[in-house]
């Protein structure tokens, strides 16, 4: 039992680990500053630690409305055109495609991360895209998904499985590791080149899994626009 609730909460942690790696994630102090609560306060809290965080957002559900702005002042970039998150970056870019074509309006195509914010605990959201008509003004559909549950909210889910994500995380280890040995062993060495060439190679293959992902995540999402299009008519 001890251990099956140890392999429970690691799972919970790996499924965040993986959903900030693709999605990027908000940061918590600066969410709850927004929120109403003092730097002091904040202090005070151990906000590192998932469930106290999380048991600070339970204590009150806002309106729908309120969770979006509070979602949207919070994001760690500040165009919504241009996640730093590289992942999230590569998706808008393939969505906006999807949606319009190589030559598409980057301005009518907005992305938000949700992770640990009310939407995120609440509603079941990971992220959402908002997408606008030719005028830039008005907004066509805004769509919200989820990365690995299965409800399915505003119409898109993105599943990842557990062995795809443990997969991810150990090939990253994996590299990270490697590169730590490349940087002790400096680079003048044959082995040394040998492995550079090995850690490039490992890089590529992931690169290649990560990007499958984002290539069916992409079509998921445009298909869940477009029957919201359809649906409107």
Not at 82 to 108: C, H, T, W
Not at 181 to 191: C, D, L, N, P
Not at 192 to 205: G, P, R, V
Request: charged share 35%; net charge neutral.
């Amino acid at each position: 039992m001890i251990y099956n609730q140890h392999r429970k909460t690691e799972r919970a942690e790996q499924g965040k680990y993986i959903e900030k790696f693709f999605l990027g994630e908000i940061l918590r102090s600066q969410y709850l500053k927004v929120l109403g609560m003092t730097p002091e306060q904040i202090k005070e809290k151990n906000i590192e630690d998932f469930n106290i965080y999380e048991k600070i957002l339970k204590e009150r559900e806002p309106r729908y409305e309120d969770k979006l702005r509070l979602m949207k002042e919070t994001q760690p970039w500040s165009d919504a055109t241009n996640p730093k998150n590289q992942y999230a970056r590569e998706l808008r870019i393939l969505v906006a495609k999807g949606l319009m074509g190589d030559n598409f309006d980057n301005s009518r195509l907005l992305y938000y991360t949700a992770l640990e914010t009310h939407l995120d605990i609440f509603n079941q959201t990971d992220a959402m895209f908002e997408y606008y008509d030719k005028s830039g003004k008005n907004l066509i559909c805004r769509l919200t998904f989820d990365l690995k549950t299965t409800v399915e909210i505003g119409g898109s889910i993105l599943n990842i499985s557990e062995s795809e994500a443990d997969d991810i995380e150990e090939k990253m280890a994996e590299i990270k590791q490697n590169s730590q040995k490349f940087r002790e062993m400096g680079e003048i060495s044959e082995e040394a080149q040998n492995l550079k060439k090995e850690i490039e190679i490992k890089k590529d293959i992931l690169m290649e899994k990560i990007r499958k992902h984002l290539n069916k995540w992409s079509k998921q999402i445009v298909k869940g626009i477009h029957k919201y299009e359809l649906d409107m008519v």
